[in-house]
């Protein structure tokens, strides 16, 4: 067993082959994590701070809203008119 400070504590579960599980004892407020889905959290904090840093654009904003939008309405009501994009000529 393992002791990291006074109240958490790592024990050996078992050993299969090159592979070694383990549990962890440690009170409630101690976040644990393992190292991919700290690493997932962080990256999304830095993508967090980016969009406070720089305000998104208004397509974005624009697109945004009308998800927001559909997601609160309880009836969607497709819209009938497409516009066509100019094809390039050759």
């Known amino acids: 067993m393992i002791h ?13 082959g090159d592979k070694v599980k383990i ?6 407020e101690v976040t ?14 830095r993508i967090k701070a980016l969009l406070v840093e ?3 654009p208004d397509s974005f904003k624009d697109l ?5 939008s ?3 309405s309880t009836e ?4 009938s008119s497409v516009e066509e994009m100019p ?3 050759e």
């Open 54 to 56: 720089r305000p998104e």
């Open 87 to 89: 094809v390039q000529k």
């Open 23 to 28: 549990g962890i004892t440690a009170p409630r």
């Open 4 to 16: 990291i400070g006074d109240d958490i504590f790592i024990t050996v579960l078992g050993v299969e």
């Open 64 to 68: 945004r809203e009308l998800l927001e």
């Open 32 to 45: 644990i994590l393992r190292g991919e889905i700290y690493e997932a959290l962080q990256a999304q904090e």
């Open 70 to 72: 559909e997601l609160n």
């Open 76 to 79: 969607f009501i497709p819209t």
